[in-house]
């Protein structure tokens, strides 16, 4: 792939977590627990597991759009680096929104033929975090799409490279 094309993904995506990061630390400054559990069949300890998940993405996407920004500076562009730091984000920020650790939530594989949303919620959770996960889906899965390409491209390089 020509380095501009890489540039210019870079330079996307870096744009994507910078909204992502204002969405997701707006709603974890804004909200708390007593907030979400209020709601009649959501249980304290699953919406704490919510948004652990939340705060993880959060680093994520913090530490993502940092890599970004340093592969961005480099003169003359490095190529290597930018790759490296999308097949992160594409691990750390993209692959834990849709199949987090603690399984708060997972992705329904039949959403891409129901043309309903991918995201299945294991217990009853707030109404807040629901409208949030589905404000983020439709970018999320845009930037999956787009950064599959260095999942196995990168892994492909660094097996040649050993």
């Known amino acids: 792939m020509r380095n501009s094309i890489v540039q210019t993904q870079t330079e996307e995506?870096?744009?994507f977590l910078e909204?992502?990061?204002v969405v997701i630390a707006g709603f974890l400054n804004e909200t708390k627990l007593s907030e979400l559990i209020h709601e009649e069949g959501v249980e304290k300890e699953y919406s704490e597991?919510?948004?652990s998940v939340l705060r993880r993405i959060l680093v994520s996407c913090e530490d993502g759009k940092d890599a970004c920004s340093l592969a961005l500076q480099c003169e003359p562009f490095n190529k290597m680096a930018a790759e490296k730091a999308l097949f992160s984000i594409y691990h750390l920020c993209?692959?834990?929104f849709f199949s987090p650790k603690n399984d708060s939530w997972y992705e329904d594989p039949r959403s891409a033929y129901t043309g309903k949303q991918a995201i299945k919620f294991r217990k009853a959770a707030p109404q807040k975090v629901q409208e949030l996960i589905?404000?983020?889906e439709l970018d999320f899965q845009r930037f999956r799409e787009e950064l599959d390409y260095y999942e196995t491209d990168y892994r492909t390089k660094m097996m040649q490279s050993k």
Do not use: F, P
Request: proline share 0%; hydrophobic share 40%; no cysteine.
């Open 13 to 15: 995506v870096k744009r």
């Open 19 to 21: 909204k992502t990061l």
């Open 49 to 51: 597991g919510i948004l």
């Open 94 to 96: 993209i692959e834990e």
């Open 134 to 136: 589905s404000s983020l």
